[in-house]
Structure formats: structure tokens, C-alpha cells
């Protein structure tokens, strides 16, 4: 077991490592279409049914990890919330059991299924830290969908008003957590193929609701 003494707490050894990822999710041009509307509800709604689908996966196999003590330091019952997508999903009339999942979400899942418990925290690292851009993409939906009380756009801010301080604690647990340079490595790739999961699974979505030509940019 080797151990050294990283410049970097482990949250911050994240952030940096993923910055470039997450720039290109954020840019991804299947979310930018989502955030400007441009796919009304339908688009919004597919992505959110993979997230849901991803999202009972993940929680389910921390649950089966749980005895871990970096589990058990990190995760707390508010970090399981599938009853907030079910809520969204069904308010676009979707039933969440009839979600099938795209291959990227399948691949994830599977990792999932068969993940160390650090991995799943990598995963979680990335899924939670979604929340923080959420709040911010989903005032802009409340715009470009037309739905001003927030309406079926819950999962993408599941923590309101304790957000700040669930990803602070967060971050701060993960500071604690005494990692060997193996185990260290092992949460950071489980991060960037978290990352690689949300991009091809844009990908993907893109590939199901295609750019209209129309709206392109002209190029000459
Ligand atoms: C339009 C899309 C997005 C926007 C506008 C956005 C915006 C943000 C913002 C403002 C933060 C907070 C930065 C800070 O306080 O330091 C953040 C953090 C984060 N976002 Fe996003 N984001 C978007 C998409 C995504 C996606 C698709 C993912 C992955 C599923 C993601 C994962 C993360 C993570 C992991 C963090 C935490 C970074 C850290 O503090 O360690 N984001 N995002």
C-alpha cells in the first residue's frame, strides 16, 4: 500500500481533475438545446427518465455498500431521492416503470451493479455535484418550458434550500476520508467515467432527437 501526501485535499483533487469533463457536458450541445427549450418538454423529460434510471441504480448499490465506513461517512438518507423523479416523471404523464434505458445508462448501471465501494463513490461525487448547475438549469426551464412553480422540474434541485450545505458537507467528508493512493485513484477514475457516461449519453440523446437543420448556424 503506498500513500503519499497529495497537494490537494481529495474535493478539491475532483474538481480539478474533472473541470475539462464537466465543461464539456455543460457545453454539450443536446443540454444546451434542453436548456433553451428547443426540445419542449419531450427532450427534458428523456434525459431526466436515464438520470432516474441511473439514479436507482446507484442508490441501490450504496445501500448494499453501506456497511463501508467511506460509505458510511459519505452518504446520508438525503442523497436517495427516485420518489422525486418518479413525481417528475409523472407529471410529463411518463410512468416511471416504463423507462428503458439507452446503452450508456445501461453500461453505467452494470458498472454500478458490479462496483467497489469507492467507485460508487466517484459516481456519486459527480451525480450529486450535478445539483449545483441544476438549480441554475432549472430556472431557466422554468422559463423555456413555461412552468413558473417549478413543475416537474423538482429532481434537478432535489435539495432546495439545503443544497450549499448538503454538497459542503459533502465535499467536507470527503476531506476525512483516508485514502491510499490506490483507493485515491480508484474514486477519481470512478469520476471521470461518470463524466464519460453523461456525454455519451448526450450523445445518444442527441442522436434520438437530432438538431433541426433550420436552426443550425450557417457556416458560410
Ligand atoms: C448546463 C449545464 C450545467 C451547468 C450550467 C452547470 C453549472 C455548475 C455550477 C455553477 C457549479 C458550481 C461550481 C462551484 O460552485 O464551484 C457546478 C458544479 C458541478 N457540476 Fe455542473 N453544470 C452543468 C452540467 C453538469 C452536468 C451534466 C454534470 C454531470 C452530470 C455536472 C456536474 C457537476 C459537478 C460534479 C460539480 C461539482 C464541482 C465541485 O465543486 O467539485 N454539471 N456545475
Redesign the pocket.
Known amino acids: 500500500m503506498t500513500t503519499s501526501t497529495p497537494a490537494l485535499g481529495l ?1 478539491d483533487t ?2 480539478t481533475q ?1 473541470q475539462n469533463a ?1 465543461t464539456a ?2 457545453r454539450h450541445e443536446f ?1 444546451g438545446r434542453v ?1 433553451r427549450g428547443m426540445l419542449g418538454t419531450a427532450g427534458y423529460a428523456a434525459q431526466m427518465g436515464q438520470y432516474y434510471l441511473a439514479h436507482k441504480a446507484l442508490i441501490e448499490a450504496l445501500t448494499k455498500a453501506s456497511a463501508n465506513p467511506h460509505v458510511a461517512a459519505l452518504i446520508r438518507p438525503y442523497h436517495s431521492y427516485p420518489q422525486v423523479f418518479e413525481a417528475d416523471l409523472k407529471h410529463f404523464g411518463i410512468d416511471p416503470a416504463s423507462v428503458r434505458p439507452l446503452p450508456a445508462t445501461q453500461r453505467i448501471v452494470a458498472e454500478m451493479n458490479a462496483a467497489d465501494p469507492l467507485t460508487l463513490l466517484g459516481f456519486t ?3 450529486e ?2 445539483t ?2 441544476g438549480k ?2 432549472g430556472q431557466a426551464l422554468r422559463r423555456a418550458l413555461n412552468a413558473p412553480g417549478g413543475e416537474g422540474l423538482s429532481s434537478l434541485d432535489p435539495h432546495g434550500e439545503a443544497q450549499r450545505e448538503r454538497w459542503h458537507a459533502f ?1 467536507g467528508s470527503l476531506d476525512q476520508i483516508a485514502l491510499d493512493d490506490a483507493g485515491r485513484q480508484s474514486l477519481t477514475a470512478a469520476a471521470d467515467r461518470y ?1 464519460a457516461y ?1 456525454i455519451e449519453l448526450f450523445d445518444e440523446l442527441s442522436k434520438a432527437f437530432p438538431p433541426n437543420p433550420a436552426n443550425m448556424p450557417l457556416t458560410h
Request: overall charge positive; proline content about 0%.
Open positions: 474535493a475532483l474538481k474533472t464537466h457536458a455543460e443540454q436548456m461525487y459527480v451525480a455535484g450535478s449545483n448547475g441554475y438549469i465535499r463524466f453523461v
